[in-house]
C-alpha cells in the first residue's frame, strides 16, 4: 500500500451536508461527514446502498448528482474551496487535478469514438500534451495497466474490448493528466474474480507509481482490505467510525461494522439429485452461436429444472451472457436447439409468442443502463405488467405497489421516482422487480448482486430464494461471485472460452479435485488479509498475472 507522505493535507472535507431532492422537497441524505485525505494515501469508503458513498465520493469532487445539493459544510481541495469555486475553476481542476473512476465503465465511454480519441481529450484540453503525445503516453499507461495488446487497443471502439479492459481504459484515462486525486467508484464491482485480480493490481501499481491519492468506494470488504491504507464507514449518510484497514479488519468498534465484516450466513441446503425422467423447464443442448463470423458458444449443453438454480460461471468472455442471449432468442444459434417445458423454441425471439416471451425474462447486469432514464419507477414496472397481464388504471398501480414491497422498497417513497434518484443497490431492485412483473416461469439472473453490499445482496438472495420456492420458479444465475453460488445455487456450470468445462451438483463442484480453470476461480476470490492480493500476485508472478493464470490451468 502507499507510504503516507509527511505534508499537509491534500483534501480536507469538514460537516459535509447533502441534500436531495424529491416531490420539491429537499431531504438531507449525508449528516455532516468529515474526511481527510493526504497525497499518495488511499481512503477506503464503505457502507450498504444507499450509504452516501458515491455522493460524499462526488462530493469532494465539488460536484453533486442532478437533484443533490451541498447545504453545509466545506470542502477543500489543495487550499481550494470546491463548494464555492467558480465553473470555470472546478473545469480547470476536474479531469486535469481530479479525476472519477465510475463503477459502470459501459455507460461512461462514448460509443460512437475509440478509446484512444477519448483518451487524449483531457490532455489536449487541458494544455497538458499534445495529442500525439498523450496518444503515446496512453499506449504506455494501457501497457502499466497490463492490457493486451497495448499498441493497438486503445484504436478500437469501446463496444470491442471486454468489460475488465474497459474498466482498465477508465483508469488510465484518469491518469492521463496525472491527477493528485481520483475517485474510484465501485471500479471493479461487474468483473469476474480473475480479471478483478487484474484490474486491482493494476490501479494499486499506478496509484502507488504516481503517487496519486484515492478514494476507494466499494461494497466489496475483500477488495478494500487490498487497496485501502485507512477505512471510513458510512450508514445513511451518518459516519460509523474510521482507522487504520489492519485496525479496522482485526478491531472493529461499532456493532453496524461488525455486521458488515461477518461472513454471509445465507445458504440454501443441496436439493437432492433431479429424477432421471424429469422434463427439464429450459434445456440448451449442442448450442453453437457466432457474433457475425466469430464463434463465440462452442457446443454448449445443460438443463434447468422447475425450481432449481443454476450458476454459470467463468471469466469475462467466457459466454455466459451470450448463452442467455441464445435462450432469450436474442442471439439465434448456428446450430442446436432451445427447448421450453420440453417443446423446441423458435430461435429467434420475434418469432415466440407472447406467452414465450412472458415465461422468460432477464435481470441485466448493468442496471446503470438497463432502466430507461426518463421513466419512471411505476412506468418501469408497470409496463409489463400491462403488457403480459392486461393490468391497466389502479389494478395496474396496485399491482406495482406489491412488486416494489416484494423487492423491500417503500411504495410511496420510490414508486414516482426516476433511475437517477436511487442508488446502485436499488436501480438492480427495480430490475428484478420489472423482471417479476411478468410473472414468469424461469428468470436469467444476470449479475444481479454485482451492484449491492453484502448485507443487501443478502436480503435479496434470500427474497429471490423464497420467490423460487412459492412460485415454482427456475433461474439461471449468471455470477462471478462464488459466495453467491455457494449460497444459492443447486447446481453449477463453468465455462471458459464458451466451452462448458465442468458442470454438476454445487456440494460436488465445490469439492476438490477440481478441474484446473475452477480450481483457479476458486483460489482468486478475495479475503479479508490485507496481505492477501500480495501473496497472491507473488505466488502467480507479478510481472505478467494473465501469464501465470494461463499456467495455472495448464
Same mark, same amino acid.
Not at 438 to 448: G, Q, S, T
Given at each position: 500500500?502507499?507510504?503516507?507522505?509527511?505534508?499537509?493535507?491534500?483534501?480536507?472535507?469538514?460537516?459535509?451536508?447533502?441534500?436531495?431532492?424529491?416531490?420539491?422537497?429537499?431531504?438531507?441524505?449525508?449528516?455532516?461527514?468529515?474526511?481527510?485525505?493526504?497525497?499518495?494515501?488511499?481512503?477506503?469508503?464503505?457502507?450498504? *446502498?444507499?450509504?452516501?458513498?458515491?455522493?460524499?465520493?462526488?462530493?469532494?469532487?465539488?460536484?453533486?448528482?442532478?437533484?443533490?445539493?451541498?447545504?453545509?459544510?466545506?470542502?477543500?481541495?489543495?487550499?481550494?474551496?470546491?463548494?464555492?469555486?467558480?465553473?470555470?475553476?472546478?473545469?480547470?481542476?476536474?479531469?486535469?487535478?481530479?479525476?472519477?473512476?465510475?463503477?459502470?465503465?459501459?455507460?461512461?465511454?462514448?460509443?460512437?469514438?475509440?478509446?484512444?480519441?477519448?483518451?487524449?481529450?483531457?490532455?489536449?484540453?487541458?494544455?497538458?500534451?499534445?495529442?500525439?503525445?498523450?496518444?503515446?503516453?496512453?499506449?504506455?499507461?494501457?501497457?502499466?495497466?497490463?492490457?493486451?495488446?497495448?499498441?493497438?487497443?486503445?484504436?478500437?471502439?469501446?463496444?470491442?474490448?471486454?468489460?475488465?479492459?474497459?474498466?482498465?481504459?477508465?483508469?488510465?484515462?484518469?491518469?492521463?493528466?496525472? #491527477?493528485?486525486?481520483?475517485?474510484?467508484?465501485?471500479?471493479?464491482?461487474?468483473?469476474?474474480?480473475?480479471?478483478?485480480?487484474?484490474?486491482?493490481?493494476?490501479?494499486?501499481?499506478?496509484?502507488?507509481?504516481?503517487?496519486?491519492?484515492?478514494?476507494?468506494?466499494?461494497?466489496?470488504?475483500?477488495?478494500?482490505?487490498?487497496?485501502?491504507?485507512?477505512?471510513?464507514?458510512?450508514?445513511?449518510?451518518?459516519?460509523?467510525?474510521?482507522?487504520?484497514?489492519?485496525?479496522?479488519?482485526?478491531?472493529?468498534?461499532?456493532?453496524?461494522?461488525?455486521?458488515?465484516?461477518?461472513?454471509?450466513?445465507?445458504?440454501? #441446503?443441496?436439493?437432492?439429485?433431479?429424477?432421471?425422467?424429469?422434463?427439464?423447464?429450459?434445456?440448451?443442448?449442442?448450442?453453437?452461436?457466432?457474433?457475425?463470423?466469430?464463434?463465440?458458444?462452442?457446443?454448449?449443453?445443460?438443463?434447468?429444472?422447475?425450481?432449481?438454480?443454476?450458476?454459470?460461471?467463468?471469466?469475462?468472455?467466457?459466454?455466459? *451472457?451470450?448463452?442467455?442471449?441464445?435462450?432469450?432468442?436474442?442471439?439465434?444459434?448456428?446450430?442446436?436447439?432451445?427447448?421450453?417445458?420440453?417443446?423446441?423454441?423458435?430461435?429467434?425471439?420475434?418469432?415466440?409468442?407472447?406467452?414465450?416471451?412472458?415465461?422468460?425474462?432477464?435481470?441485466?447486469?448493468?442496471?446503470?443502463?438497463?432502466?430507461?432514464?426518463?421513466?419512471?419507477?411505476?412506468?418501469?414496472?408497470?409496463?409489463?405488467?400491462?403488457?403480459?397481464?392486461?393490468?391497466?388504471?389502479?389494478?395496474?398501480?396496485?399491482?406495482?405497489?406489491?412488486?416494489?414491497?416484494?423487492?423491500?422498497?417503500?411504495?410511496?417513497?420510490?414508486?414516482?421516482?426516476? #433511475?437517477?434518484?436511487?442508488?446502485?443497490?436499488?436501480?438492480?431492485?427495480?430490475?428484478?422487480?420489472?423482471?417479476?412483473?411478468?410473472?414468469?416461469?424461469?428468470?436469467?439472473?444476470?449479475?444481479?448482486?454485482?451492484?449491492?453490499?453484502?448485507?443487501?445482496?443478502?436480503?435479496?438472495?434470500?427474497?429471490?430464494?423464497?420467490?423460487?420456492?412459492?412460485?415454482?420458479?427456475?433461474?439461471?444465475?449468471?455470477?462471478?461471485?462464488?459466495?453467491?453460488?455457494?449460497?444459492?445455487?443447486?447446481?453449477?456450470?463453468?465455462?471458459?472460452?464458451?466451452?462448458?468445462?465442468?458442470?454438476?451438483?454445487?456440494?460436488?463442484?465445490?469439492? $476438490?479435485?477440481?478441474? $484446473?480453470?475452477?480450481?483457479?476461480?476458486? *483460489?482468486?476470490? #478475495?479475503?479479508?488479509? $490485507?496481505?492477501?492480493?500480495?501473496?497472491?500476485?507473488?505466488?502467480?508472478?507479478?510481472?505478467?498475472?494473465?501469464?501465470?493464470?494461463?499456467?495455472?490451468?495448464?
Amino acid at each position: 500500500m502507499a507510504q503516507l507522505m509527511d505534508n499537509d493535507l491534500l483534501l480536507k472535507v469538514r460537516g459535509l451536508k447533502i441534500e436531495g431532492r424529491a416531490d420539491e422537497t429537499w431531504n438531507q441524505i449525508v449528516n455532516g461527514v468529515d474526511l481527510d485525505l493526504k497525497k499518495g494515501e488511499v481512503l477506503g469508503l464503505i457502507g450498504e *446502498s444507499g450509504a452516501g458513498k458515491s455522493t460524499v465520493g462526488l462530493a469532494s469532487m465539488g460536484f453533486t448528482r442532478d437533484g443533490c445539493r451541498i447545504s453545509g459544510g466545506s470542502v477543500e481541495f489543495d487550499g481550494i474551496d470546491l463548494v464555492n469555486a467558480s465553473a470555470n475553476v472546478k473545469r480547470q481542476l476536474l479531469g486535469k487535478r481530479i479525476a472519477y473512476v465510475a463503477q459502470s465503465a459501459a455507460a461512461s465511454f462514448n460509443p460512437a469514438h475509440k478509446l484512444i480519441d477519448q483518451h487524449t481529450e483531457g490532455p489536449t484540453q487541458h494544455g497538458v500534451m499534445s495529442k500525439s503525445e498523450s496518444e503515446n503516453d496512453g499506449i504506455e499507461l494501457y501497457r502499466k495497466l497490463r492490457l493486451p495488446d497495448p499498441d493497438s487497443i486503445g484504436f478500437r471502439y469501446p463496444h470491442q474490448v471486454s468489460g475488465g479492459q474497459l474498466q482498465r481504459a477508465m483508469t488510465a484515462m484518469a491518469m492521463a493528466c496525472r #491527477p493528485d486525486l481520483i475517485i474510484f467508484d465501485e471500479p471493479t464491482t461487474a468483473l469476474d474474480v480473475t480479471t478483478q485480480i487484474e484490474v486491482l493490481a493494476s490501479i494499486r501499481e499506478i496509484v502507488e507509481e504516481y503517487n496519486t491519492a484515492a478514494i476507494y468506494i466499494t461494497h466489496d470488504l475483500a477488495v478494500v482490505a487490498q487497496m485501502a491504507d485507512k477505512i471510513k464507514v458510512l450508514l445513511k449518510g451518518d459516519e460509523v467510525e474510521e482507522a487504520d484497514t489492519r485496525t479496522m479488519l482485526s478491531a472493529p468498534k461499532e456493532d453496524y461494522t461488525k455486521s458488515l465484516w461477518a461472513v454471509r450466513s445465507f445458504e440454501r #441446503p443441496q436439493k437432492p439429485p433431479v429424477a432421471v425422467d424429469a422434463t427439464p423447464v429450459v434445456r440448451v443442448h449442442n448450442v453453437t452461436a457466432a457474433y457475425g463470423t466469430v464463434p463465440v458458444l462452442h457446443d454448449v449443453s445443460f438443463d434447468i429444472h422447475e425450481g432449481r438454480t443454476v450458476a454459470v460461471v467463468g471469466e469475462s468472455g467466457s459466454g455466459k *451472457s451470450t448463452t442467455a442471449r441464445c435462450i432469450t432468442g436474442l442471439l439465434p444459434p448456428k446450430q442446436g436447439h432451445i427447448e421450453f417445458d420440453g417443446q423446441p423454441l423458435p430461435l429467434d425471439y420475434r418469432k415466440r409468442t407472447k406467452d414465450q416471451l412472458r415465461q422468460a425474462q432477464m435481470i441485466y447486469q448493468m442496471a446503470d443502463t438497463a432502466l430507461n432514464p426518463r421513466s419512471k419507477i411505476g412506468d418501469i414496472i408497470g409496463r409489463p405488467v400491462e403488457f403480459y397481464l392486461g393490468l391497466k388504471g389502479a389494478a395496474k398501480r396496485k399491482r406495482v405497489e406489491e412488486l416494489l414491497d416484494q423487492i423491500e422498497l417503500e411504495p410511496s417513497q420510490y414508486i414516482d421516482r426516476l #433511475p437517477s434518484e436511487l442508488s446502485g443497490g436499488q436501480k438492480q431492485r427495480i430490475g428484478i422487480a420489472r423482471a417479476l412483473a411478468a410473472e414468469p416461469k424461469f428468470i436469467i439472473c444476470d449479475e444481479v448482486t454485482s451492484a449491492l453490499d453484502q448485507l443487501v445482496a443478502e436480503g435479496i438472495l434470500r427474497l429471490l430464494a423464497k420467490l423460487q420456492d412459492d412460485l415454482k420458479l427456475s433461474y439461471m444465475f449468471i455470477t462471478h461471485d462464488l459466495a453467491t453460488v455457494k449460497a444459492i445455487a443447486d447446481e453449477v456450470v463453468v465455462m471458459k472460452d464458451g466451452k462448458v468445462v465442468e458442470q454438476g451438483l454445487k456440494n460436488d463442484m465445490f469439492q $476438490p479435485p477440481h478441474h $484446473p480453470y475452477t480450481d483457479l476461480l476458486l *483460489s482468486s476470490v #478475495p479475503e479479508m488479509d $490485507p496481505d492477501w492480493l500480495d501473496n497472491l500476485l507473488a505466488e502467480r508472478g507479478v510481472d505478467n498475472i494473465g501469464d501465470a493464470a494461463v499456467d495455472k490451468m495448464g
